[in-house]
């Protein structure tokens, strides 16, 4: 989707809006807020939830987007900020406020790869990977599908999706446009830098 690019601004500070880095569990949000952490604009983040061995660079999230449905209060915060707002609470975003959405898109064979791996790392087992990588996936098609035409028609947001296959191959590209969307201002060289291909461990080409 195209998308309206904001005028330039002299810092990242001054930004009258929410920066909101979104996509489903285990897409690489958490690599767009590092990101963008990097290049120079401040992050909303309580850090409550420490980096481990699925997220060795940490998650940057911040505890009270999981009661976003209910509070509502600690929006204004992160004005001039990124937060991270997992895709199925974009829609109680409060529409007092204006935002700028960075939504990753990820294969959905690798998302559900990684999110197995998370569990099995827990000790949590899947009695049928098959039938729940299936289901899983048809529900995550069906959302996407409902949350990419909620964006489309909301007057006070822009979305910019990033591919995430994209974001790790030609990570200056990606930063690039991430700076350009947010309004300048960002360092898109420590932005590129903050990608480590490393951590794309569930590539299923």
């Given at each position: ?37 990097a290049g120079g604009m401040p992050v909303l983040t309580d850090e409550i939830r ?123 590209d990606t930063a690039r446009t991430m700076a350009e969307f947010l309004g300048g201002?960002?360092?898109?060289a420590a932005m590129a830098a903050a990608v480590d291909p490393a951590l794309h ?5």
């Amino acid at each position: 989707m195209n998308v309206e690019i904001p005028p330039a601004r002299d810092t990242v500070q001054s930004l009258s809006f929410v920066t909101v880095v979104s996509g489903l569990p285990r897409s690489g949000t958490s690599m767009l807020m590092r990101m963008l952490q990097a290049g120079g604009m401040p992050v909303l983040t309580d850090e409550i939830r420490a980096a481990d061995a699925d997220n060795p660079k940490g998650y940057f999230e911040f505890e009270r987007v999981k009661r976003l449905a209910e509070d509502k209060d600690w929006v204004p915060l992160a004005r001039g900020k990124a937060v991270k707002v997992i895709s199925f609470l974009l829609a109680e975003l409060p529409p007092t406020h204006a935002y700028r959405v960075v939504f990753i898109r990820r294969a959905l064979s690798e998302v559900l790869a990684s999110q197995r791996a998370m569990l099995a790392r827990r000790g949590i087992p899947v009695a049928d990977p098959a039938a729940d990588d299936r289901r899983m996936g048809a529900l995550y098609r069906k959302h996407l599908w409902q949350a990419e035409r909620w964006a489309a028609v909301q007057p006070n947001l822009r979305t910019l999706y990033v591919d995430h296959r994209s974001a790790m191959n030609c990570p200056e590209d990606t930063a690039r446009t991430m700076a350009e969307f947010l309004g300048g201002g960002l360092d898109v060289a420590a932005m590129a830098a903050a990608v480590d291909p490393a951590l794309h461990r569930q590539r299923i080409d």
